[in-house]
């Protein structure tokens, strides 16, 4: 049951473009929404999150985009950079938790960003 | 900055032994959680733990898995008797509180091999 989808598993971008990465939900209870960053051999570190009553939420080169109708979100990295490069990973927690407990993932995408 | 430490970095056991994955969060969070990931597939919740006791836990978490905080450091994960698929990259996380917006800070985790 995959509630969190993430369809791309890669991406490629050069350095100083736009990447977006996109995830798709389909729990209607989800409120809250994260991105997380994984390099290898490293556990996932959080990069940036969104609640479910706003639409986008901005920290230096990251932005989050949540479109509630859709059931979508993207996270924006502008200008990328070669340090970008890592797989990343959108969670979401649900409202019928309401603690911290429990993220349910996508699957990940893996990002490339070429000089 | 702080950080979540998890020791062994790699673990390889045979099919029936009993393993202790060990973790230290940091040190003035409350809530720890376990989450695993089998290569190629998602990062899956497991278990959460606040107050010396499980506040959540998925059903992957069956009776062949406990949690204990044998002192104010530790957090450990034990296996009773290891199965092939629980082959995985184990992650421990802890997070200050539980309110829904909290973030989860994870360790490098330990990649546990049954044989």
């Known amino acids: 049951d995959q509630q969190v989808k993430q369809n791309s598993p890669s991406l490629s971008v050069q350095e100083g473009r736009i990447s977006i990465l996109n995830c798709d939900y389909t729990n ?65 927690r649900s409202l019928d938790t309401g603690t911290a407990s429990k993220l349910t993932f996508g699957t990940g995408t893996r990002l490339q960003v070429t000089l | 900055e702080p950080e979540v430490t998890q020791t062994p970095s790699h673990q390889v056991t045979q099919m029936g032994q009993e393993v202790i994955l060990r973790c230290v969060p940091i040190s003035n969070h409350l809530y720890f959680y376990w989450y695993r990931q089998i290569l190629g597939q998602k990062v899956e919740f497991l278990v959460s733990f606040y107050n010396n006791e499980i506040s959540e836990k998925s059903e992957i978490f069956d009776d062949q898995f406990s949690v204990e905080r044998p002192d104010g450091s530790n957090f450990t994960l034990k296996i009773r008797s290891t199965k092939l698929e629980d082959s995985a990259m184990y992650f421990c996380a802890s997070s200050i509180g539980q309110a829904s917006n909290e973030k989860l800070f994870f360790g490098s985790g330990t990649q546990l091999s049954v044989l």
């Open chain 1, 28 to 92: 209607s209870m989800f409120d809250y929404f994260l991105w997380y960053k994984k390099y290898p051999a490293e556990g996932p570190t959080f990069l940036i999150s969104i609640s479910s009553i706003k639409d986008k939420n901005e920290d230096g080169r990251f932005t989050v985009f949540l479109n509630k109708s859709a059931k979508h979100l993207s996270l924006h990295i502008v200008p990328s950079q070669p340090g970008d490069s890592a797989v990343y990973f959108c969670a979401a």
